[in-house]
């Protein structure tokens, strides 16, 4: 995948990596909202763990296409670059939420990926309670 310019695009009101990916540090498993989230974001995001520094959201960075309707938290989706060694790489989709990736607009976007890279989606199997899906 070629890396894109930075974007001018910001998180605004999107934690879901806080509720999606798994934190090492902090034991937390997929799906499980970290402890230290809260209405302005992270309450510990200068000091927060390596796991979630070394996250570069995708969407963010400006990986993604679309305008905010794209954003994690209206999408449905968190994607993220992996490297697969050797110089290869893959984007991993995880749901923010069961079933996001049969809606429409998340499963158009995921054909369209996948005709330029391999993409793997990691399904939301289970709801913890710790989903967060904005209206």
């Known amino acids: 995948m070629t890396p894109l310019p930075l974007s001018t695009r910001a998180c605004g009101s999107c934690t879901a990596c806080c509720t999606v990916k798994r934190i090492v540090e902090l034991a937390l498993p997929q799906w499980t909202r970290c402890p230290h989230e809260c209405a302005a974001g992270c309450n510990v995001y200068a000091a927060r763990p390596p796991t979630c520094r070394a996250y570069n959201c995708s969407w963010l960075l400006g990986d993604i296409p679309g305008d905010e309707r794209q954003r994690p938290d209206r999408l ?44 793997t989606l990691i399904p939301h199997v289970t709801d913890t309670g710790g989903s967060c899906r904005e209206s």
Do not use: K, M, N
């Not at 989706?77 to 290869?88: K, N, P, R, S």
């Open 76 to 119: 449905g989706l968190i994607f993220d670059v992996v490297d697969e060694g050797c110089g290869a790489q893959s984007l991993v989709a995880w749901e923010v939420w069961p079933g996001a990736s049969y809606d429409r607009g998340p499963a158009r976007l995921l054909a369209a990926l996948r005709q330029q890279a391999t993409v």
